[in-house]
């Protein structure tokens, strides 16, 4: 047996541990009602959202979208996976009471993939207390938490994420065993400070196989540009060039599963199934140097050529890059 997989047979074992320090309010529902523990002690709501009519993420998103926010202070900002509010109109925040609370999107930052909201009026939840992500190892417990409960869980590896949709973090948080609801979920420390906020779950979670867990988005990325998000809805840094590919890597070549409708790389006409093998004219490695090389190319707008095997020929395609937040349709002022 593995350390990994030795570490993940005692968690029943730890979980119950948990539980017993009033950490687990929902595994116990019995225990947890008796200490009064709720959702919002743990510092997030509920969060729902729906798009604008016309939204283009409608078709890979939904029209309505449901998950967890975490509250950061007391002024009522919530952190969230920004992929819930893309081309959000209205965003609803509920308290584990039920109170509803209208929000408005300030903004969503597509290097690290979050987003933020913030409620129009004061909420009823402390704020969490921001841990550091980069000193959490793996075999550390932590706590799962959703709109719809809390889980114990395991962090069992940290590394890349290469994501389809021109997306890369050098070092994700991976934990184990899987937990549902995980969309914008807060990942808690034993101290109770926020280490991530998730994203995906993932058939591997360790990254050898056999596992399924969830990734979730480390929050020292945040923290550099957290006050640029604040203030104009996004990072300050240069957009990076966006082509709307979504991508699977087999074998260190990337093939498109599908373009984007209206996107730069189907007005450029690539389709599903094209191959691409290089770019400028230089082989690639994968998905992760693709995207690497990409953003290396100059600011959102630039041109790019790509080295496309359509068929049995190898073909250069240009394609006019833009800001991938330009794509997507704002919510109508009136």
């Known amino acids: 047996m593995s350390p990994v997989h030795g570490v993940i047979s005692k968690f029943q074992r ?16 019995t225990a947890a009602a008796e200490r009064e523990l709720t959702l919002d002690q ?18 890979t998103l939904g029209p309505q979208r449901e998950g967890t926010g975490v509250v950061i202070d007391s002024s009522g900002l919530v952190m ?8 959000a109109d209205t965003v609803e925040l509920a308290t584990a009471d039920g109170r509803k609370f209208a929000a408005n999107v300030v903004g969503h930052d597509n290097a690290t993939g979050l987003g933020l909201v913030r409620s129009l009026q004061p909420l009823p939840v402390k704020p969490v207390d921001f841990g550091q992500s980069s000193v959490a190892s793996p075999r550390d417990m932590v706590l799962i938490v959703g709109f719809d409960g809390v889980a114990p869980a395991y962090i069992v590896s940290k590394r890349p994420f290469v994501g389809y949709w021109e997306y890369l973090l050098d070092e994700a948080i991976y934990t184990a065993p899987a937990t549902v609801n995980w969309q914008g979920a807060a ?23 056999g596992i399924p867990g969830n990734m979730f988005v480390p929050i020292d990325t945040l923290k550099p540009v957290l006050g640029d998000f604040i203030a104009n809805g996004r990072a300050t840094t240069k957009p990076r060039p966006w082509l709307g590919i979504s991508s699977q890597e087999v074998q260190g070549k990337v093939i498109v599963t599908r373009v984007t ?7 450029a006409g690539l389709q599903a199934g094209d191959v691409i093998v290089g770019l400028s004219g230089q082989p690639l490695k994968g998905q992760a140097d693709f995207y690497t090389r990409l953003w290396k190319t100059g600011e959102a707008g630039v041109e790019v050529t790509l080295d496309v095997l359509k068929g049995s020929r190898v073909e250069p395609v240009k394609v006019r890059s833009i800001a991938r937040e330009r794509h997507f349709r704002g919510k109508p002022v009136y």
């Open 187 to 209: 990942l808690l420390s034993r101290e109770g400070k926020l280490l991530g906020i998730g994203s995906l779950a993932v058939g591997d979670a360790i990254g050898k196989g």
């Open 42 to 59: 743990f510092s997030v709501v509920k969060l729902t959202v729906r798009a604008v009519a016309d939204a283009r993420s409608a078709r």
């Open 14 to 29: 730890t979980a119950r541990r948990w539980s017993g320090r009033g950490l687990s309010a929902h595994l116990t529902p």
């Open 80 to 87: 969230t996976i920004g992929y819930l509010v893309t081309e």
């Open 261 to 267: 409708a209206e996107g730069p790389a189907e007005e």
